[in-house]
Antibody, heavy 121, light 110 residues
Framework: EVQLVEFGGGLVQPDRSLRLSCAAS????????MHWVRQAPGKGLEWVSG????????AYAASVKGRFTISRDNAKKSLYLQMDSLRAEDTALYYC??????????????WGLGTPVTVSS | QSPLTQPASVSGSPGQSITISCTGT?????????VSWFQQHPGTAPKLIIY???SRPSGVSNRFSGSKSGNTASLTISGLQAEDDGDYYC??????????FGGGTKLTVL
């Protein structure tokens, strides 16, 4: 069964850091680009960051560029999101998603259940 | 970049067809065919229903179809069913190697 499971969410104070992880199973992880997408409470979807299958290309939304870092470990079939200098507006449910293609695309065909991040003092 | 523009809401009766538009610019929708559509029901993760403007993933009903003209992509749902009720989002790859989502459209099946 194709599955993505996110870990690492929680309550964090403003300006602190948090690292999200995503464990993949049921597909050849290193063949596909991966992404993080977030959804603030009651709001729409916002793409956060993407990384190509072999990590030679990464991209970020303007709202997180310079603060968040995406990475992957193909041997461990895992995706990560290092989030620094967190702000209240980063509060959201963070989804790990798989692309249908090796390069950064927009065809996100597998989604995890999400991990919640709350930034508050 | 600003989100792609979608109508906030659309509605239709069972059996009818509806179309949801997604308007971008020459830097995103207008420059490539990497447009996708997602369906989301309350409390659940989104589901991919259309990619590359008009392709359907395996298992997605052929009542869902996509198209594009210029800077605007469209999702058409024919033969509306109660289960189609939910939120719909478009995305596009952009020239800056980013991915943009639309603001979302709430579909109500009357």
């Amino acid at each position: 069964e194709v599955q993505l499971v996110e870990f690492g969410g929680g309550l964090v104070q403003p300006d602190r850091s948090l690292r999200l992880s995503c464990a993949a199973s049921g597909f050849t992880f290193d063949n596909y680009a991966m992404h993080w997408v977030r959804q603030a409470p009651g709001k729409g979807l916002e793409w956060v960051s993407g990384i190509s299958s072999n990590a030679d290309a990464v991209a970020y939304a303007a709202s997180v560029k310079g603060r968040f870092t995406i990475s992957r470990d193909n041997a461990k079939k895992s995706l990560y999101l290092q989030m620094d200098s967190l702000r209240a507006e980063d509060t959201a449910l963070y989804y790990c998603t798989k692309d249908k293609f090796a390069g950064i695309h927009s065809a996100l065909d597998v989604w995890g259940l999400g991990t919640p991040v709350t930034v508050s003092s | 970049q600003s989100p792609l523009t979608q109508p906030a809401s659309v509605s239709g009766s069972p059996g009818q067809s509806i179309t949801i538009s997604c308007t971008g610019t020459s830097s995103d929708i207008g420059t490539n065919n990497y447009v996708s559509w997602f369906q989301q029901h309350p409390g659940t993760a989104p589901k991919l229903i259309i990619y590359d403007v008009l392709s359907r993933p395996s298992g997605v009903s052929n009542r869902f179809s996509g198209s594009k003209s210029g800077n605007t992509a469209s999702l058409t749902i024919s033969g509306l069913q109660a289960e189609d009720d939910g939120d719909y989002y478009c995305t596009s790859y952009t020239t800056t190697t980013n991915v943009l989502f639309g603001g979302g459209t709430k579909l109500t099946v009357l």
